[in-house]
């Protein structure tokens, strides 16, 4: 059975991420996904096609892993596909965030590589597990495919056995994923400032 309470609570805290998200133009129009874990099997996600600066708990469903609906006949989002796939994989996450931020999407298609490497930046710290500025940040960059099951196997083999809290969607954006939605917007602040300090960059070269 779903914890009525912890899932008010998971609603909350997506409905006050889409807020604060779409004030800073991470989410334009109704791009970007959020979900939180509820337990070893369930997940509080964003609904397909809402608006992430207006959504209510209401537009916050309920499936398992496998994006099947718990009683609920809203239709998740086809990359929810993609946060069920983190909660397997990372048993450390317990939250998601999908952004649409414009140095996110823009950087992942400027890299013909398929990894961006972030080193010397002090906001590095700001990601889960990195406690030193000197260290490499492996972000990956994967192909976008609409087929959403083909890509979520890319994924899931570009990730395996990587030490990382981040990849990009090339031409397309940011998944992020962190120990609660605190630790994860942190995450999106940190890395969008470091996507546009790669790009200011690359501009001077």
Not at 56 to 78: E, L, R, W, Y
Not at 105 to 117: F, N
Not at 146 to 174: K, M, P
Request: aromatic fraction near 6%; proline fraction near 3%; hydrophobic fraction near 40%.
């Amino acid at each position: 059975m779903i914890d009525l309470e912890q899932l008010a609570r998971a609603q909350q805290a997506i409905v006050a991420a889409g807020d604060e998200l779409y004030r800073a133009g991470q989410v334009p129009a109704t791009g970007g996904n959020f979900s939180v874990r509820l337990d070893e099997t369930h997940m509080a996600v964003t609904a397909s096609g809402r608006h992430k600066g207006r959504l209510v708990p209401a537009d916050i469903m309920v499936t398992d892993f496998a994006v099947t609906p718990f009683g609920s006949p809203q239709k998740p989002s086809d990359e929810a596909r993609l946060h069920g796939q983190l909660y397997q994989d990372r048993p450390e996450a317990g939250a998601v965030l999908h952004t649409h931020s414009r140095a996110a999407t823009v950087l992942s298609r400027l890299i013909e590589s398929d990894t961006l490497w972030l080193e010397g930046f002090e906001l590095q710290k700001a990601i889960e597990g990195v406690t030193r500025h000197d260290t490499t940040l492996a972000v990956p960059i994967v192909d976008n495919d609409q087929d959403i099951a083909a890509l979520a196997e890319v994924v899931r083999e570009r990730l395996r056995g990587l030490d990382t809290r981040a990849y990009l969607i090339r031409g397309h954006g940011l998944y992020t994923w962190a120990r609660d939605m605190a630790g994860c917007l942190r995450q999106v602040e940190a890395l969008d400032f470091l996507f546009d300090c790669e790009l200011m960059m690359r501009r001077t070269r």
